[in-house]
């Protein structure tokens, strides 16, 4: 039996690798269309690798869909460590390879390949996929008995034609995707915040209401505001999968472990406001007329989301509905797709690859070649 899997990112890899670990008679052929595989994997956590997390939690999830998908996160960790990969859980349950480089993983991966027997195809652009026979054919010239597509989403290298191809091809449902985990788009502010950091609590509101609240490091970019807990807040505006942004605002509680007496207390003492925020800060602060209101509620209108080469993740994709709970097509069994090709997203912490790895393994391990 032949199974082609079309993407050499984290699910595309450890299917191919599962697969053949638990179905060694299987030909496995693993298609990459650019000349190295795991350029997903190479961006992850700025080049150091988050590539799962300790708790998996569905929580963190576009959707509750992934419950039984992530339970298989410690085989995927057992299959790492056979091969004496090493690596750490910081204190947020992110994890890393010791070596804080996302080349040992895919060192790692490559090895695996090898070690396992999967054919590498590089430099392979699927154009066609034909369902209608006994076989599935590809691009008209290779035949398989099973396809898993694993191609992941448009984000980063942004290659939409690459995506809408294969979903046109498969004639699949699509949820509308939209750029998540990236900085927002959001009213002016000074030029001299640029590149300025400041610890508070974030809430994202719709009409003066609180849609979502989150502690975490905000950078002021030249036209928005980026960092972590602001990558999150795009997550939860993506799945809305909005066509206008109004009413959305940021607020910022530039000092939310301070009680109200206390920074009462200091105003009086320091009204210029510049012994307790970065200077720029403070002087953007002091320039409303309450400051200690603004202090607790510097506010921004939202205008939108950072374009999808600037984001980390896609969120939607191919619906759900059209799946069955092992990932295969429910109008076609023979076909399974994984990882971010379907409408799954998480939040920042190594939730997105963590999935993708999962899916890829249950793909493999789970698959039933008396289809």
Do not use: W
Not at 284 to 312: E, H, M, P, W
């Amino acid at each position: 039996m032949r199974v082609i899997v079309i993407g050499s990112g984290p699910c595309g890899l450890i299917t191919a690798i599962s697969l053949k670990k638990f179905h060694p008679y299987m030909d496995v052929i693993l298609l990459e269309k650019d000349h190295d595989i795991g350029s997903r994997i190479k961006i992850s956590g700025n080049g150091r690798c988050n590539f799962i997390n300790k708790k998996l939690d569905s929580s963190k999830y576009s959707t509750t869909f992934v419950s039984h998908i992530l339970t298989y996160s410690n085989e995927v960790l057992n299959l790492l460590d056979e091969t004496g990969f090493n690596y750490y859980f910081d204190s947020e349950g992110r994890g890393y390879p010791t070596s804080e480089s996302s080349l040992t993983l895919i060192k790692v991966f490559k090895d695996l390949i090898s070690q396992y027997g999967v054919e590498l195809r590089n430099d392979y652009l699927v154009i066609s996929i034909n369902l209608k026979l006994d076989k599935i054919i590809i691009n008209n010239d290779l035949k398989c008995d099973r396809l898993v597509v694993a191609c992941g989403g448009i984000s980063y290298q942004n290659d939409r034609l690459n995506y809408n191809r294969i979903v046109s091809e498969l004639n699949l449902k699509v949820v509308p995707l939209t750029p998540s985990l990236a900085p927002l788009s959001v009213s002016s502010f000074p030029k001299r915040l640029e590149n300025k950091k400041v610890k508070c609590q974030v809430s994202l509101l719709y009409n003066d209401k609180i849609l979502k609240t989150e502690r975490g490091e905000v950078l002021f970019k030249k036209d928005g505001l980026s960092g972590i807990v602001i990558f999150n807040t795009s997550s939860f505006l993506a799945r809305l999968h909005l066509n206008s942004y109004n009413g959305y605002q940021i607020s910022l509680n530039l000092l939310p472990n301070i009680s109200e007496e206390k920074l009462k207390s200091l105003i009086q003492k320091n009204p210029l406001l510049d012994h307790i925020l970065l200077k720029d800060l403070a002087d953007y602060v002091y320039s409303f007329a309450n400051s200690a209101n603004t202090i607790r509620d510097l506010r921004f209108d939202v205008r939108g989301i950072y374009d999808f080469k600037n984001s980390q993740v896609t969120s939607g994709g191919v619906s759900l509905d059209e799946l069955n709970r092992n990932l295969s097509l429910k109008k076609d069994s023979r076909v399974y797709l994984g990882g971010e090709f379907i409408d799954v997203d998480g939040e920042c912490g190594g939730y997105n690859i963590g999935f993708a790895l999962c899916s890829g393994y249950m793909i493999g391990k789970e698959m039933d070649s008396e289809k």
